[in-house]
């Protein structure tokens, strides 16, 4: 597996992810898929994504101090036009830090995409921000 990524099979292989887990409800396995994802992504350096997805499912378990260690990798290594990773790890670092102006700037990109539960996902992050934003007054 490691000399395929090597080679350049990164676009190639399946990664392990079912959005399925997230949609039932089971963080738990949906965590311990992206975990399996983060480490075969690793060797080749495209964490990004799976990052920042997996920084989500940890917040949404209450892990915080993970999902902000996350979410940061995920802004330092999702790539500028890997939209959903940008969307994504911009909603978890508004929800973390009660700032909704990144959960805005996150729908604006989320805007560049047709991807209707992306769009969703960050307006809820906005008004999930706000919320926190204003009970911390």
């Not at 597996?1 to 089971?26: C, H, Q, W």
């Not at 940890?58 to 915080?64: D, E, I, M, N, P």
């Not at 940008?86 to 560049?112: I, T």
Request: glycine fraction near 6%.
């Amino acid at each position: 597996r490691a000399r395929g990524l090597d080679i350049g099979g990164v676009d190639y292989i399946t990664k392990p992810f079912s959005p399925l887990e997230l949609l039932a409800g089971n963080l738990e396995a949906a965590e311990q898929e992206l975990r399996e994802g983060l480490e075969i992504m690793q060797p080749v350096g495209s964490v990004g994504y799976q990052a920042a997805l997996l920084a989500n499912v940890l917040l949404r378990r209450g892990a915080a101090d993970e999902a902000e260690r996350l979410a940061s990798i995920a802004q330092a290594e999702a790539a500028d036009d890997n939209i959903a990773a940008q969307v994504v790890w911009r909603g978890v670092k508004a929800r973390l830090d009660a700032d909704p102006l990144l959960a805005e700037e996150a729908v604006q990109v989320a805007d560049l995409t047709d991807d209707l539960n992306l769009r969703a996902d960050a307006l809820v992050n906005v008004t999930t921000s706000m919320r926190r934003s204003s009970s911390m007054r």
